[in-house]
Every structure is written in C-alpha cells, then in structure tokens.
C-alpha cells in the first residue's frame, strides 16, 4: 500500500513569492493535516481538512492556507514568502481524524 | 498551555539499551506517541500509549507511562546503528473538530556508535 506522498520535494523561492505544496493521502484516509517543522522548532501544527473542509488551525498567518478536493488529495499554498518560512513542510493523513497520522516524506522550502 | 519536552541528544553503544524520556504538560492527554524521524525523511510512527496504560511492548521497544509524573519514555533493546535518528515524543486530545492534534517535543537526537 502506498504511503502518504508529497510533492515536490524541494522548493527554492524568493521573499515575497507565492508557493504551492501537494500531499496525496494514504488511500483511504479522508483527513490530511499539514504541519511546519523549522529548524530548532520542532513540528508546528498547521491546518487539518477532512472531507472538503478545513476543521482546524494551528496559530499561522492567513497567507498560509489550502484545501482539500473530493478525492482527498490537499495543497498547501504559502503567499508572501517570508525569510522564516524556510522549512520542511510535513503532511500527514489518518483515517477521519484518528489518532493515528501517517507522515509524507515531506517537502523542504527555501526562502531566499 | 501545553509543552512537551525532551533533552536534544542521547549518544549509546551499539547492543546497549538506549531510553529516550519525555515530559508532558497536559493532565487532559488520551494518547502519547512515539516517532522516528531518519535524516531527510519524514516522520515514523513507532508506536504510542493510550493514557489508561502504563507499559507497552513491541518488540524492541518498551514505552512506559507515568501519568502522576506527566512522564513517558522509550526503551530500545540492543541498540542498532540502523537506530540512529530524530525521536519525537508527541501528546494528543481530542481537539475542536474532534480530531487528535499531536503536540510535539523538539525531538532526541539518537547517535549510536559501534
């Protein structure tokens, strides 16, 4: 069985740029959460979506946002890039909000 | 507020038993986790304790509760180099939406040596 994947796997941007991260859940898994991990900070919740809606937030920006679609995949979209949003952007999936997440191998962005 | 700890580094002799620990804040807490992450991946979950438990064992790895400490802890038997990796001790609740958002630790730098 396929794992959660992300794509792509690395970004390099410019400060003021806009983003776009893919997740594809495990088959099956109809909530995906995205989270933040920068360097000495550890993982930092950012969103969840299960079935098409955004059910909760971490304490980010509103230029970091997303959205789920009817076959569960999700996009992370990051505007206005700032310096400090360099990271690894992890997604993990469960199964309608279990307390088991399973983590995409994630998505490293630099911000230049 | 909620705050899961963990010292930065544990360094252990390949065959030793290596015992990652953590510290949790949340009395409210319903699972505590353990996950691995190896260097350029993502996270593993290894294995996590429901809050009614005090032990349980998988193989290599033992994790023990001690909720009147707010204390959890990972053991590894005979230690690998294939062990070597980030260790993140993560606690969760049922959040707004009914979900189960981990909290994680910083995360414990697992280095094992021959």
């Known amino acids: 069985e396929a794992g959660v994947t992300q794509s792509p796997t690395h970004l390099i941007k410019t400060r003021g740029q806009q983003v776009t991260l893919r997740c594809s859940p495990i088959?099956?898994?109809?909530?995906v959460y995205w989270y933040q991990q920068a360097l000495g900070l550890g993982l930092q919740f950012l969103l969840w979506?299960?079935?098409?809606?955004?059910?909760n937030r971490g304490n980010f920006p509103p230029r970091f946002s997303g959205r789920q679609f009817p076959n569960y995949s999700s996009e992370l979209n990051v505007n206005a890039l700032e310096l400090e949003d360099s990271a690894l952007y992890l997604c993990?999936?469960?199964?309608?909000?279990?307390?088991?997440?399973?983590f995409g191998p994630g998505t490293r962005l630099t911000v230049t | 507020g909620e705050d899961v700890e963990q010292s930065l580094f544990l360094s252990v002799r390949e065959g030793d038993s290596s015992v990652i620990n953590c510290t949790y804040t949340?009395?409210?807490?319903?699972?505590l986790y353990w996950y691995k992450q190896e260097p350029g991946a993502g996270l593993q979950l290894l294995t996590y304790i429901f809050s009614n438990m005090d032990m349980k064992q998988d193989q290599r790895l033992t994790v023990l509760l001690n909720k009147k400490d707010k204390h959890l802890s990972l053991r590894i038997a005979d230690t690998q180099t294939g062990d070597s990796a980030i260790y993140f001790c993560a606690e969760s609740w049922p959040s707004g939406g009914g979900s189960y958002i981990p909290t994680f630790g910083r995360g414990t730098s697992l280095i094992v040596h021959p």
């Open positions: 979506y299960d079935e098409g809606e955004e059910r």
């Open positions: 088959s099956g898994h109809t909530s």
């Open positions: 949340d009395s409210s807490s319903t699972y």
């Open positions: 993990a999936s469960s199964l309608d909000g279990s307390y088991e997440q399973y």
